[in-house]
């Protein structure tokens, strides 16, 4: 699968920064990692710090994938409301999931600290209303997370005005938020881990691995056998293909970032990123040189000639959507790009064994729009399931939940939120339950209605093509592990420097 397309900015920045060599004899660890990503070095880092002997393989080099592609934008705010999370799994879920996210954006930080020179900076976030309908919705929004001790602050039309010179209804705005170079990042930890002991192949490719109680053996398309106690799939996004049924849609995102900006015509830019409230969203942030990286335009297309195609256009549409917000930045693209991005129903992500290969071979998939701060999270429950022991996001991070029905979801939540009114005598949490029942359940409501009646009004016959396609997609998936060749020149075909 080519995760990329046009010349992602830091792959060209940085250029290859080391090789690693190929696997080429057998070998035995702990535990086995698949994937060479900014998932699988996180995961290795805490697997050292756990003490395991771990080893790690790369079918491409290192930080080859979507973490080459990826903007990097580190959130904690998942591309699902707090609102929206609470109305499907209860408000306790919503804010551990929403916490876990906040809590991995200063590990990311003293990881960065400890790797150094990867431009990690800490950074502010304004998510604006992209349309006066999306304010109430916002405004929900924002009571949740104030009620849960999120450092976040409300911004009118005046105040966004002010600060920022464009127009909104509202704005959420929040003290927690960084950027970083994720391929850079990927390649440090990594050579920096190897130091320590990690075994690290790339140009090694697993081409097949089975699992029994007592560990799992894998091969690699070399013929090379990996005996290890346990395996980690953090291989992205194609790490779909070891599953019989689809847990996420892959998606396209397009991105391109400016010349260096001049720090007075950047202001507030320079450390606040911006998104909207649309969806797909537009998103922009700085770079540590001054740059502005500008993303969005996500599109259905998994075909990577098709998305190559719509690289130049796609920058075209963000430069004009971003100079209509600021007028007078100088957004001409310097380099363009884009990549595969995958979206699950509830935007969480998988971390965690599938019924389908047992405990032994655990899945690290780290999508959705704030991917990084994910595998920040679900490193450590990785590290945590594989010593066997409790981690709270287990549950919510399994594929477990994919097994729940969206009635039962509403059904449960409004059965636990009255049992909660009940019961609960804390006045803060009173309060917050209180929010979420006059403000965000409404909002929720009265949203998923106006979809639907959409919908049918738009497209009768969704029901028949959504089945129609779900049987093409299932014919067109590999049965069994689908061979990738080492192959870099696909991804970089077009867009590049103008
Ligand atoms: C355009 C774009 C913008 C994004 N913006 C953001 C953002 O602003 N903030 C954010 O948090 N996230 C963002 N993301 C998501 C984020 O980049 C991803 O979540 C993250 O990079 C995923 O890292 P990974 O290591 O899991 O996957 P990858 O980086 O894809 O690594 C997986 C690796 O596994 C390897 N592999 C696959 N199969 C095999 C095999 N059989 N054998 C050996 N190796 C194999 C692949 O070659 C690949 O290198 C963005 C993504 C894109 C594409």
Not at 85 to 104: K, S
């Amino acid at each position: 699968m080519d995760l990329k397309s046009g010349y992602p900015f830091w792959a060209v920045k940085n250029g290859l920064m080391k090789a690693f060599p190929p696997l080429t004899s057998d070998i035995r660890c702990d535990v086995l990692i698949v994937g060479g990503g900014i998932t699988a070095a996180l995961i290795a880092q805490e697997l050292a710090d756990d003490g395991q002997a771990v080893v790690v393989i790369e079918q491409r080099d290192i930080g080859w994938g979507s973490s080459a592609a990826s903007t990097a934008l580190l959130q904690y705010e998942i591309d699902t409301h707090m609102t929206e999370l609470a109305a499907r799994y209860g408000e306790d879920n919503a804010v551990l999931a929403y916490r876990a996210c906040a809590d991995a954006i200063p590990r990311l930080q003293e990881l960065a600290t400890m790797v150094r020179d990867v431009d990690f900076a800490a950074m502010h976030s304004l998510y604006f209303a992209s349309s006066l309908f999306h304010a109430g919705r916002l405004k929900a929004e924002y009571e949740l997370r104030l009620c849960h001790g999120f450092a976040v602050r409300r911004l009118a039309r005046g105040e966004i005005r002010e600060q920022y010179g464009f127009s909104s209804a509202m704005a959420i705005f929040s003290d927690l938020a960084g950027r970083i170079d994720p391929y850079r990042f990927t390649y440090r930890l990594l050579m920096q881990l190897q130091k320590r002991g990690v075994s690290i192949f790339d140009r090694t490719r697993l081409a097949s691995f089975a699992s029994s109680s007592r560990g799992v053996v894998a091969r690699t398309a070399d013929g090379m056998t990996i005996k290890a106690g346990h395996l980690v799939l953090a291989a992205g996004y194609a790490a779909q293909q070891y599953l019989d049924t689809r847990v996420a849609r892959n998606r396209s995102s397009y991105a391109f970032i400016t010349d260096p900006i001049d720090a007075a015509a950047l202001g507030p830019l320079a450390n606040t990123m911006v998104w909207e409230s649309a969806r797909p969203y537009l998103y922009m942030r700085s770079t540590g040189d001054g740059r502005l990286l500008i993303g969005g335009e996500d599109n259905d297309i998994d075909i990577a000639l098709r998305r190559d195609a719509s690289v130049d256009r796609k920058a075209g549409i963000l430069r004009k959507r971003v100079a209509r917000l600021f007028p007078h930045l100088p957004l001409q693209p310097a380099f363009a790009w884009a990549g595969t991005f995958a979206e699950t129903d509830d935007g969480l992500p998988f971390f965690g064994p599938h019924p389908q290969h047992g405990p032994r071979v655990q899945f690290a998939m780290a999508y959705g729009g704030n991917g990084i701060t994910f595998s920040a999270a679900g490193a450590g429950l990785i590290a945590r399931l594989i010593r066997r022991d409790q981690h709270p996001l287990a549950a919510l991070f399994s594929f477990d939940r994919l097994k729940q029905k969206k009635h039962q979801h509403q059904h449960q939540h409004q059965h636990q939120h009255q049992e909660f009114l009940d019961e609960n005598l804390s006045l803060r949490r009173l309060r917050c339950a209180g929010v979420f029942r006059e403000r965000a359940l409404p909002e929720l409501q009265r949203g998923a209605g106006l979809r639907a009646r959409r919908a049918r009004y738009l497209h009768p016959a969704a029901g028949r093509s959504r089945a129609m396609d779900q049987r093409r997609s299932a014919a067109q998936r590999p049965a069994v592990p689908a061979v990738q060749e080492r192959d870099r020149s696909p991804d970089l075909q077009l867009g590049g420097r103008r």
